[in-house]
Nanobody
Framework: QVQLVESGGGLVQAGDSLRLSCAAS?????MGWFRQAPGKEREFIAA?????YYADSVKGRFTISRDNAENTVYLQMNSLKPEDTAVYYC???????????????????WGQGTQVTVSS
C-alpha cells in the first residue's frame, strides 16, 4: 500500500516562499501536486515523471523536484499570491503519459493535504 505524507504548509505573506514536501513509500511513481480551495475544483499544479509539467498559473513561480532516492517530491513555491491559498495535495500513480498527468482521476494514491494560506 502506497502512503503519501505532505508537509511544509503554513501561513505566509504575499511575495514569500514556501516549500512543500511529499514523502512516498514504495518504488518510483509519477508524482503530482494539486490544490483545492473551498468551493472550487481540484486544480493541477505540477507533476514530475521523466520530465516536469506545470499549470500556467504557477509556471515560472513554482518548481517541482524529487530527491535522488526518488522517495520525496518537493514543490518550491516562490512569489506566493493570495490566490495560491488552498489545501495542497500530493498524488502518485505508477505510470502516466503527459496528457493524463494533469487529471486528478489519473492518480491512484493521495495524501491528506497540507494547508497553504497566503495573506495580502
Amino acid at each position: 500500500q502506497v502512503q503519501l505524507v505532505e508537509s511544509g504548509g503554513g501561513l505566509v505573506q504575499a511575495g514569500d516562499s514556501l516549500r512543500l514536501s511529499c514523502a512516498a513509500s514504495g518504488r518510483r511513481y509519477v508524482m503530482g501536486w494539486f490544490r483545492q480551495a473551498p468551493g472550487k475544483e481540484r486544480e493541477f499544479i505540477a507533476a514530475i515523471s521523466f520530465g516536469t509539467y506545470y499549470a500556467d498559473s504557477v509556471k515560472g513561480r513554482f518548481t517541482i523536484s524529487r530527491d535522488n532516492a526518488e522517495n520525496t517530491v518537493y514543490l518550491q513555491m516562490n512569489s506566493l499570491k493570495p490566490e495560491d491559498t488552498a489545501v495542497y495535495y500530493c498524488a502518485a500513480v505508477e505510470a502516466l503519459n503527459g496528457l493524463g498527468i494533469r487529471t486528478p482521476r489519473s492518480y491512484d494514491y493521495w495524501g491528506q493535504g497540507t494547508q497553504v494560506t497566503v495573506s495580502s
